[in-house]
């Protein structure tokens, strides 16, 4: 790269607009949507759409519910031309649809492309050629008034091959392409002509396209572009003003919604913002980012996913996994306090309220995909989306601290193995953790007896190959077993859950427990369709974690005061 591209590139000259007024509008309504998926789009793959393919995405637009397509460049070859008659000829245009295309400006191309209209109920016939000064010289090697000449005939031919065919219901569309490198002057002048040459009036409007061909400076300059054309075009009243944003600098959807806020009314653009080079703008992420200020984009896409696999299958172009609002990846976190703000939000928001979960500026249910995938965990997750994970693969809902216990549990495996860990690992980990954890001391059996005011218990365990019996009794089952076990554990907290529903519905216990003179407080969980079972797999579930983290003399110690205290009660 050159150290100074001073002298090689030169910064965007500003538009004279000092009371531009498009900053202060807001947008608060659609614009009139023109999908050019069909004729833009595929004059940008590696291989043009074959006719099923355009089919099948001409039916999917129509889906969706936009209005206005342009389905081909019939002068192009014969595939688009004998397209644009099947969809004619076999009745595959729905009745508030219409169809465009599009032609240079030239004798030959406009009457082959008026021949691939004849018999339409309506049609939009889009005419371009380019008006930027380089164009002109280098390309047509034209003066600007024969460039002008060469707009109003070909809008002339169109007129007059379209009053020769009365039953269809004519629309002229007309791009200055490459009106962004265009001297606005000029390109009012030329739009003027154009307007003038096909008689529109406000009934019979004129669609003008100012395309930016290529994107060549910040939105803002668009958007001046924009409102200095719409405030200086002579006949504002016969023209449907529309946009044709590029992507090149990657503001394709910045400069469509400041250029609707500048006086566009139209946006030409393509799904998932496939097109030329960087692409056209993206319709769905425009649409959807209205939906999300509140306001009906008038398209539908509440099964985004059927949406973006049909235009995959059909462009054979894979979508981005973090494009806006339809990435694989874009409903999901992996990173720690991004998970717990996320889960937070989700059990904060209430159905009627208005959306407000931290991260997710839109509902993904809205777009027909499901909160499952939200939530992924990797090494840079915390407790928060580990939790939610197995909650909503498992039914498990786990206490805070041992949230953050378990945490470092996975933290050490996603550390080691640096991949992400699906939900079926994470209920793995969780299993060998607390609930079969290595064991020094075996659960065998329980029984539970009323003892006068209070219960008793038998607890059969096995130690080194021992089977022994202790006898208990407390104010409760907790407090039985813990008097069963001599006294020398203690529990810090316990907490109870339901796991599932109806017959098939367990329960899941959780203590913390600390054991006399072994520093550590340690966790244990069970699960059982009997609390009691749970609750006592929890204690020693818990005890064995602890166990398993000391020296072997301080966990024989501990086995001994277990015996004697078989000796003691039994
Ligand atoms: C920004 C856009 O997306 S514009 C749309 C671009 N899409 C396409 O080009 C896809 C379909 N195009 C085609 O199939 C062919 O280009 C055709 C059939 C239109 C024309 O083919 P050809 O006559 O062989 O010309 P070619 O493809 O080389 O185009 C260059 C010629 O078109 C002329 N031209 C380019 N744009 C225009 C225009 N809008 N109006 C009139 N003439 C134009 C050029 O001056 C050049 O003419 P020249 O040969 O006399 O110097
Ligand atoms: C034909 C025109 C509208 C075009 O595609 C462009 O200028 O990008
Ligand atoms: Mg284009």
Redesign the pocket.
């Known amino acids: 790269m050159l150290k100074q591209p001073n002298t090689k590139y030169r910064s965007f000259p500003k538009v004279q607009l000092a009371d531009r007024t498009w900053p202060d509008r807001v947008i608060t309504q659609a614009p009139i949507w023109m999908s050019t998926d069909l004729r ?1 789009g595929n ?1 940008a793959l590696f291989e043009p759409m074959t006719a099923e393919r355009k089919m099948r995405l001409f039916k999917k637009l129509v889906d969706i519910g936009i209005k206005e397509i342009e389905v081909a ?1 019939p ?3 014969q595939t688009e031309f004998d397209f644009v008659r099947t969809l004619i000829d076999g009745g595959h245009v729905p009745a508030d649809v219409t169809i465009e295309v ?1 032609t ?3 004798e030959h ?1 406009i009457r082959r492309t008026m021949a691939s209209l004849y018999g339409a109920r309506r049609a939009i016939v889009h005419v ?3 008006t930027a000064r380089p164009f002109r010289e280098i ?2 090697g034209m003066s600007p008034d024969q460039v002008i000449a ?1 707009a109003v005939s070909s809008v002339k031919l169109v007129r007059e091959l379209a009053e020769a065919h009365p039953k269809t219901e004519w629309v002229l569309e007309y791009s200055p ?1 490459a009106f962004t490198g265009t001297e606005l002057e000029f390109a009012r002048d030329i739009c003027d002509a154009v307007v003038e040459a096909w008689g529109a009036t406000p009934e019979r409007k004129v669609i003008l396209n100012l395309p930016a ?1 290529v994107e060549m400076a910040t939105p803002n300059v668009y958007a001046d572009q924009i409102e200095w054309m719409h405030r200086n075009l002579s006949r504002r009243d016969d023209i449907v003003l529309s946009v044709h944003p590029h992507n090149d600098r990657g503001s394709a959807i910045a400069a469509a919604e400041l250029a609707l806020m500048a006086g566009a009314e139209r946006v030409e653009g393509c799904l998932f913002g496939n097109g ?1 080079r960087t692409g056209n703008v993206d319709l769905v992420t425009l649409a959807l980012n209205l939906y999300t200020q509140g306001v009906d984009p008038g398209l539908d896409f509440s099964n985004i996913n059927d949406i973006a696999r049909t235009v995959e299958d059909c462009i054979r172009l894979p979508i981005h996994p973090r494009h806006p609002y339809v990435g694989d990846l874009v409903f999901t976190a992996f990173s720690g306090s991004h998970q717990d703000a996320i889960k937070k939000g989700l059990a904060h928001q209430r159905p009627d309220a208005f959306w407000e979960v931290p991260y997710l500026p839109i509902d993904p249910a809205d777009l027909g995909r499901s909160y499952d995938a939200i939530i992924r965990v990797n090494s840079q997750s915390g407790k928060g989306g580990i939790a939610y994970l197995l909650e909503s693969a498992y039914g498990l809902s786990l206490p805070r601290r041992l949230q953050v216990e378990f945490s470092s549990v996975v933290q050490r495996h996603a550390d080691a193995t640096g991949a992400e860990i699906m939900p079926d690992e994470l209920w793995r980990m969780f299993s060998e953790e607390y609930l079969e954890p290595a064991t020094t001391i075996r659960y065998l059996e329980h029984h539970l007896f009323e003892h006068g005011a209070a219960q008793g218990m038998r607890l059969m365990l096995e130690t080194n190959g021992r089977r022994i019996t202790l006898m208990g009794e407390g104010n409760g089952p907790i407090d039985a077993v813990v008097h069963a076990l001599g006294g020398m554990v203690r529990v810090q907290s316990y907490e109870e859950r339901s796991m599932g529903q109806g017959s098939d519905a367990r329960a899941a216990a959780f203590v913390e427990i600390a054991i006399d003179d072994i520093p550590g407080i340690r966790y244990g969980a069970g699960i059982h369709a009997n609390i009691v079972t749970a609750s006592v797999l929890a204690i020693v579930g818990a005890l064995n974690r602890i166990l398993n983290r000391i020296e072997p003399e301080a966990r024989e110690a501990v086995v001994a005061m277990l015996e004697k205290s078989v000796r003691q009660v039994a």
């Open positions: 833009d004059q460049f002068s192009a070859s599009l240079q400006a030239r191309l371009y050629n380019a390309v047509f060469m392409e061909t030329e």
